[in-house]
């Protein structure tokens, strides 16, 4: 393990020969760069859990590459899909300003890259540094194509926190041992829910606590005495996941690639899509400390995997080969110790330029469904609850994503791919977290299947305002938006009542991905300055494959740097 100052070259040539082993943080490239990256989709063999399998990935790397740049670079990856399966790649956390064609969720920005093509995507860090990362954006290849994305600050721009002694990237995930694309198609056709993962990872890792997995084991080397950095991202595909490390404190310096005033915790809990900086100091006794990886499931009635993931952090000078000491995780269902590290979570600076005059106000409610059974083998087709077929909407719409990306059909005027009228509102006010009028099995369905969309104007200052519903069971939902990062303004359990909402206009953290809690609310702020098609949906995938989400259009504002450019040439055609 090399010192934090050691020099560039060396941290690239040590990240070049050992990928994820070693992630050792040294001084910054500089800045306004270019940084080329080349990614071959590829079919590689993997084994994991007593069993290997083919599965798809980048470079044949499991997690796959990492991607490094410096805030205000231009990044340019090229992906050729050397794969049957057809592919994109999504840049989570980029707001991807005047550069919409490149952000890649599939039939959203663009038709898939499909077998034997390329794309090259072609994006600047405007003014973002922090942790991301990247991962596919169609079917559910995200559950193993995925990979960091670091962006450092410019050169001579310190953090807002002591420099740790190094930083380490970790990457909770799944793992099934049945390949992800059939099993989608399978679940599709179940018309139930998923089967839950064989496995939780750490940086593809399971961890002693599954079958064959006492070696396939993630650690961390520490030194007595120094703080490290650690960069958690969620990439797990339908499940949230608490983190702790045992008899360690962890500092939250950053969610979702933005600063925060320090909030120290025994656990933090991360959905699909969310990322965050840690910090630790190892001022334990010389030992081996597990870091575990558990489930947080709020849903009642869903079967998931309950078995943690665990990685190691290890003293050196401790005894080889020692017992690790257990990490103590929060019960799966632990829902105040959710609210309690959002609680915590603040802006670094205050005040933020949030939003205070609104334009544009929406109320979205998200929830799942349960449409009625119409298969002539309902024991087949039909194993949602109560024989039904489940399904998941935003204002009672269940999205359908069209033949070709929305984006291309607005861009050029094509007719017929989707329509301008998702619902600023419910259709119907009512207890929406306690049930009623959906009392199953009646009225559970969603009113509506199709791609609508929902319309802003350059400059348009937006307060959304997301609420759970108990139409089946309430959840917490992990919501991501595309293009955007926005204020979380305030927060609470129940339905939404304005007069009861204690808003923070003062310090809110700046995020892309919230969790709107389960049986609450979220109320969020945002200036639409970002022309283009944005998608917004739940990052739990089995949730926006049953049609949770919608898409915002934001038109063009004046002159060329509110205008969204021509498409690349080389975009992907369906």
Partial sequence: MVNFYTSFQLWLSILLIYGYNVLVMAQWPSGGSTRYYDFKVQTTRIAKLCNSKDMVTINGMFPGPVVYAQEDD??????TNETPYNTTIHWHGVRQKLSCWFDGPSYITQCPIQAGQSFTYEFTMVKQKGTFFWHAHISWLRATVYGALVVYPKSGVPYPFKVPYEEHILILGEYWLEDVVQLEHATAASGGPPTPANAFTINGHPGPNYNCSNTDVYQIDVVSGKTYMLRLIHAGLNVESFFAIANHKLTIVEADAEYTKPFTTDRVMLGPGQTMIVLVTADQPLGKYSMAMGPYMSAKGVKFQNISSIAYFQYLGAVPNSFSLPAKLPSFNDNLAVMTVMDGLRSLSSPVNVPKKIDRELFVTIGLNVQKCHSKTPKKNCQGVNNGVMAASMNNISFVKPKISVLEAYYKGIDGYF??????????????????????PN??????????????????RVQLILQDTGTVTTENHPIHLHGYSFYV???????YYPQNANFNLVDPPFMNTIGVPVGGWAAVRFVADNPGVWFMHCHLDIHQSWGLGTVFVVKNGKGELETLPHPPADLPQC
């Fill in 489 to 495: 303004v305030a927060y609470g359990t129940g339905n």
């Fill in 74 to 79: 231009k990044i340019i990856v090229k992906v």
């Fill in 419 to 440: 329509t301008e009228d998702f619902p600023g509102a419910p259709l119907k006010f009512y207890d929406f977290v306690n049930g009623a009028p959906n009392i199953i």
């Fill in 443 to 460: 009225n559970t369905e969603a009113i509506l299947n199709g791609t609508r969309t929902l319309v802003l104007e350059y400059g348009t």
